[in-house]
């Protein structure tokens, strides 16, 4: 456990800190908490939820988070990746459905580190991470349009295309003072940059917006409206747990789990760029699994790395977890002292903002070098973003995931069909130019596992049976899984039947070891293993004489 689990804080505590430094990250941690306030009430009103726990996740868990985590900057709270997820779960299962399953998730982020399967989350497949990231950013998009226009709608479809289909038929009852403010607050996000990089343009926009809206008496749908009062504190609550929840719950929780151990790891690898670390991705796995075990029961929603406040921090100075801290704890006073004055907000002006974030998440460039890719790349990237906005984002992670892993397959079994042509006789090895003709000589071109096992066996069998003794040279065999393993075994009983006799040249320990383990000495004796080559043929040779 100690040798997993070693929080980056910690580690900096026992080095020491500069005083420089530390300034820096409290400076750097209150922009990031200005930054992560707009982000935090929007992300749980998209979610389907109250805008108090967007807070209290970005509270609790960020705090949590960059105590724990392995990285030095990685800011932890609600994501737009989470908001699919978690309007899926209330709708279906209710609050007490989100907590338990978020709960689960956690735990089982838990056992991912414990386990270091850390390493393992870093292999998903970029083309079908572009995939589910661009198709919930469509997703995202499609579910502001109610807001953004104002519409009257008092049930939106859960559905990509019914919510399409319900926008366009009271689409003539749009409020052009929603629309208006939507495409002012787009405007202030996006080019608000030009003029300063100090204020985030979502916390501008929803600053003015807001006060134009209330002094002007503007008529359009706020957060009161929806939620009425934002509270100003937050308690410890048990949810119901019923019994079956187990199984229940266990697919929305492998799936937050999944996306949320994605992302964390995604954003803390950004982040090393960024400042030349390494994080400590076992250590980032529990750390969030602690987050998303204790924030429900303080009434947050899932929570895991974020790539832009994480980026935010890192651009402001923002070098150790003290400006994580301090980023929870400006959110916390936040809420404690002006959390009265987030009812005021208007919906549309959090549409406006989580716009700007679908696009910002949509990886245009990433998916359109992909579509000029290989093949198979474009198949993961496509079949997972279609199934993403059109099914449902659990199915979508799923399916690429085995996608992946059988595209994966027929690339190693290409690979090995192109190695295979490494069938040296005895006619073609010009060091060796007294050879018997009774003697055939295979090399595998290398690891002998599921993909290539059939045919390696083939060409094995039909070459052995042409020789009475066979030398299979394995120095580029690095590994054998059992598939292979029972298709040599039974082609060497194959020979051994027609008395042709094997000889194994080079095997590695590894290899070795499980040969012996399989019981091979029954069909090839001990002194049939040579170490090298050139005792392979002398050997050979002695056999055939």
């Not at 907590?99 to 292999?123: E, N, P, R």
């Not at 787009?186 to 134009?212: C, D, E, H, M, R």
């Not at 937050?256 to 994080?279: C, P």
């Amino acid at each position: 456990m100690e040798f997993i689990f070693k929080p980056k804080l910690f580690s900096l505590l026992k080095r020491g800190m500069q005083k420089e430094q530390v300034y820096k990250d409290i400076l750097s941690g209150i922009v990031v908490g200005i930054v992560a306030l707009p982000l935090a009430i929007a992300f749980a009103v998209a979610s389907g939820v109250s805008p108090e726990k967007g807070l209290i996740t970005a509270i609790v868990a960020g705090l949590i988070i960059s105590i724990l985590g392995g990285s030095r900057v990685q800011i932890g709270g609600p994501t737009g990746a989470f908001i699919v997820i978690v309007f899926g779960i209330v709708s279906r299962y209710g609050i007490d459905g989100l907590i338990i399953s978020t709960i689960m998730a956690g735990i089982l982020l838990v056992i991912f580190g414990l386990l270091k399967f850390g390493d393992l989350l870093k292999y998903i497949p970029h083309p079908l991470v572009v995939g589910f990231t661009s198709g919930i950013a469509l997703v995202i998009f499609s579910t502001q349009i109610k807001d953004a226009l104002a519409l009257p709608i008092e049930q939106v479809p859960a559905d990509f295309l019914g919510k399409w289909n319900v926008y366009f038929t009271h689409m003539d009852q749009l409020r052009l003072s929603a629309l208006l403010i939507t495409l002012i607050t787009i405007g202030i996000t996006v080019f608000s940059k030009k003029i300063t990089n100090k204020i985030p343009g979502s916390f501008i926009a929803i600053i003015l917006v807001t006060a134009v809206v209330f002094i002007f008496k503007i008529q359009v749908p706020t957060i009161e409206t929806f939620f009425g009062d934002i509270p100003k504190s937050f308690q410890f609550q048990i949810p119901h747990f019923e019994s079956g929840f187990i199984v229940k719950y266990i697919q929305p929780a492998i799936v937050i789990a999944l996306l949320g151990g994605i992302e964390s790891l995604l954003s803390a690898t950004v982040s090393d760029g960024m400042i030349g670390g390494n994080h400590r991705s076992n250590t980032e796995l529990i750390a969030q699994g602690i987050a998303n075990i204790v924030t429900p029961f303080f009434g947050g929603i899932p929570a895991t790395g974020a790539i832009a406040r994480t980026a935010t921090n890192v651009k402001n100075g923002g070098r150790t977890p003290v400006s994580g801290i301090i980023h929870a704890l400006t959110l916390l006073s936040i809420m404690l002292f002006f959390g009265q004055f987030a009812k005021l907000i208007p919906m549309s002006c959090l549409a406006g903002i989580l716009i700007v974030v679908s696009f910002n998440m949509s990886e245009i460039k990433s998916f359109r070098a992909i579509l000029k890719g290989h093949l198979f790349d474009k198949i993961i990237l496509l079949t997972t973003f279609v199934l993403t906005v059109l099914v449902d984002l659990t199915v979508a992670i799923e399916v690429g995931i085995v996608l992946s892993s059988l595209l994966f397959m027929k690339r190693m079994s290409d690979i090995a069909e192109k190695r295979i042509d490494h069938i040296i006789d005895t006619d073609v090895i010009d060091d060796y130019t007294d050879l018997p003709s009774q003697l055939g000589i295979y090399e595998i071109g290398g690891p002998l596992f599921f993909a290539s096992a059939r045919r390696y066996s083939e060409l094995i069998r039909e070459l052995g049976i042409k020789r009475e003794v066979l030398i299979l040279r394995m120095r580029h065999v690095s590994f054998i899984d059992q598939t292979g393993l029972q298709a040599l075994l039974s082609t060497l009983e194959i020979l051994k039947s027609q008395n042709i006799s094997i000889i194994f040249s080079g095997v590695n320990e590894e290899v070795l070891e499980k040969l012996h383990i399989s019981n091979i000495g029954r069909i090839v004796p001990e002194e049939n293993f040579c170490d090298s080559f050139q005792h392979s043929i002398e050997k050979a040779k002695t056999m055939i004489k």
